[in-house]
């Protein structure tokens, strides 16, 4: 489960890194593609290793469902994280402005990348363990 915590954060960090610098290169023609994330964001996508476990338990599902699944599991987890944060003036997210926000902790529009990073939690997590059951 520590390879894991440490492949899911890495794979989080790195996502978000390249997400946010091509967002200010095509919204704000920034081409020196500086990206931007928060320490605190490494344990928050490190908890995507609890994907193997439920994976399992999906196997057999079609991909839709458990990208699903993973997308609600992962709106779930920001906005708690976010909730638990901006209690302690610590959360490095704010999506207020965002027209399809939810208090301002998440996104509904960014369901498809939450599908995707679901899917790729389960695969880096846990697909040499699930083939070995």
């Given at each position: 489960?520590?390879?894991?915590?440490f492949?899911?954060?890495?794979?989080g960090?790195?996502?978000e890194?390249?997400?946010?610098s091509?967002?200010?290169l095509?919204?704000?023609?920034?081409?020196?593609?500086?990206?931007?994330?928060?320490?605190?964001?490494?344990?928050?996508?490190?908890?995507?290793?609890?994907?193997?476990?439920l994976?399992?338990?999906?196997?057999g599902?079609?991909?839709?469902i458990?990208g699903?699944?993973?997308?609600?599991?992962?709106?779930?987890t920001?906005?708690?994280?976010g909730?638990?944060l901006?209690?302690?003036?610590?959360?490095?997210?704010?999506?207020?402005?965002a027209?399809?926000?939810?208090?301002?902790?998440?996104?509904?529009?960014f369901?498809?990348?939450w599908?995707?990073?679901?899917?790729?939690?389960?695969k880096?997590?846990?697909?040499?363990?699930?083939?070995?059951?």
């Amino acid at each position: 489960m520590n390879q894991n915590f440490f492949k899911c954060g890495m794979i989080g960090w790195t996502m978000e890194l390249a997400f946010s610098s091509i967002h200010d290169l095509t919204t704000k023609h920034d081409k020196r593609m500086i990206g931007r994330t928060s320490l605190l964001m490494f344990p928050i996508y490190g908890m995507g290793a609890v994907f193997c476990p439920l994976a399992k338990k999906l196997r057999g599902m079609n991909t839709f469902i458990r990208g699903g699944v993973y997308t609600v599991l992962i709106f779930l987890t920001e906005y708690a994280t976010g909730w638990l944060l901006r209690r302690f003036s610590m959360c490095p997210w704010d999506y207020s402005d965002a027209k399809y926000n939810i208090d301002g902790l998440v996104r509904l529009d960014f369901a498809p990348a939450w599908f995707i990073l679901g899917l790729v939690f389960e695969k880096c997590t846990c697909e040499k363990e699930c083939q070995d059951d």
